[in-house]
């Protein structure tokens, strides 16, 4: 019997970059390697794996999310410009070959099914409520225009998956963090204390600005880094 729950998956390591389900990654194909392996998805099922490396310590992350080849150009000297989407995550259960690309065993990673659906909602109405508050404060802070899009996700492991993606780009680490858990509550709590901190930071520097203004022409918010 075949195991449809493991196989056998390219990777595509990249410093810093974590992918969720569902979020857009443009990427550029440049290296001989990588243009083999873009071939040879282009060739099966245009899928591969995106996987984070440290950029410090060069290792390679256990969790990492399957992408999926929407659109693709290639340039007269061999270089590719693609857009991919974010499908299923994955643990790497062993690494099968590293020449002339990585590739993987791998067996898909779901969230757990759910024991606390009625609080999951909850938490979710919170979280979006959170979240709309930052972007308000961020909008006033900036002085100018950040809106949330229309089609927020509104099942909250979407959601959760969302705000994953949608974090500081130098919050590769939490990340990943996010993006190995399996309990849609825990990610979502997690975040909402991450967004409720970032919320009452954003509170105090626009009480800060509302009453001092701009100092030296500058934002009195910007006082903090002196």
Known sequence: MIDY???????????????????LLPLHIFESRYRMMLQTVLESDKRFGVVRVDPETREMAEIGCCAEVLQHQTTEDGR??????????????NVTR????????????????????????????TVRDVLKDVVT???????????LPEDLPDLPRELSFWIGAHLDHNAA??????????????????QFDMLDNTRR??????????????????????????
Do not use: C
Request: charged letters at 30%; proline letters at 4%; zero cysteines.
């Open 201 to 226: 930071q954003l509170a105090a520097r626009t009480v800060l600005k509302d009453t001092f203004g701009n100092v030296d022409g500058r934002d009195a918010s910007d006082s903090r880094d002196n």
């Open 80 to 93: 590719s410009y693609i857009v991919t989407l974010g499908q299923q995550r994955f643990r790497v259960l």
């Open 137 to 147: 404060l961020t909008s006033k802070l900036q002085g100018r225009e950040v809106t």
């Open 5 to 23: 729950s493991v196989r056998e998956l390219p990777l595509f390591p990249l410093p810093d970059v974590v992918l969720f389900p569902q979020q």
């Open 98 to 125: 590293e020449a002339p690309f990585r590739s993987a065993m791998v067996s898909w990673l779901e969230d757990d099914q759910v024991s606390h659906h009625e609080g999951l909602n909850d938490l979710r109405d």
């Open 173 to 190: 680490s939490e990340q990943q963090a996010l993006l190995e858990l399996t309990d849609t509550f825990e990610r979502l709590q997690r």
